[in-house]
């Protein structure tokens, strides 16, 4: 069984600039995950996707960060424009309906903003 | 403020050597879970618990969670450098949103 695919995995942009992440969930996984994981934490949630709908952005920063899950499977994650402070991992995660606390990663994107 | 509060931060030790980490809240949590995370890698579930005082054993990996639900532990008998790495417990808060901890950094000599 195929894992999480994310990509790219390494971006490199400067400050001010816009970078999109992308993310395919292991097939029949209806519930998607963005997290940030900054160098020496864990994982922040960003966002949370059942199917192509959104359950939970509360930690989302919304006037620079947005995602989309359009036809429910793939999914894209947006930063315009990226500020220092968003230079991180961006992990994908994926879960099944009736076990949406056994979530399977993605490798990550490892995005640096200078 | 973390939710979850792992010690210690780092951990490095000589393989073959036993090792102890912790994870633990104020609050109660309906599950708990423990990842590994590789440099450049996602993290890997390795275990969850549900149950209060549940002990659960996965080869030389011993995971515990405590009788109230609060916190948990995981133990390593006889540690291996493919050990390394870092470990994260996360826990259920509502609605199925984890809670991560910042992790325990541990690193097996050979």
């Known amino acids: 069984e195929a894992g999480v695919a994310q990509s790219p995995r390494y971006k490199i942009i400067e400050k001010r600039q816009s970078v999109a992440f992308w993310c395919n969930p292991i097939s029949g996984h209806a519930t998607l995950y963005w997290y940030q994981q900054i160098l020496g934490q864990g994982p922040k949630l960003l966002i949370q996707f059942q199917n192509n709908g959104v359950v939970d952005d509360s930690q989302l920063p919304k006037d620079r960060f947005s995602a989309e899950r359009l036809k429910g499977v793939d999914s894209t994650l947006k930063i315009q424009p990226a500020k220092l402070e968003d230079s991180a991992v961006y992990l994908c995660a994926s879960s099944l309906p009736q076990a949406p606390s056994e979530q399977y990663f993605g490798p990550g994107t490892r995005l640096t903003v200078t | 403020t973390q939710l979850l509060e792992q010690s210690p931060q780092f951990l490095s030790i000589q393989e073959g050597e036993n090792l102890t980490v912790y994870c633990n809240s104020s609050s109660v949590f309906s599950s708990l879970q423990w990842y590994r995370q590789e440099p450049g890698e996602g993290p890997v579930l390795l275990v969850t618990?549900?149950?209060?005082?549940e002990v659960k054993k996965l080869k030389r990996l011993t995971f515990q969670f405590g009788d109230a639900r609060k916190d948990s532990s995981l133990h390593i008998t006889a540690a291996q450098p493919g050990d390394t790495g870092l470990y994260l417990c996360a826990g259920d808060v509502s609605d199925y949103k984890l809670s991560f901890g910042a992790g325990t950094t541990v690193t097996v000599r050979a």
């Open positions: 618990v549900v149950t209060g005082g």
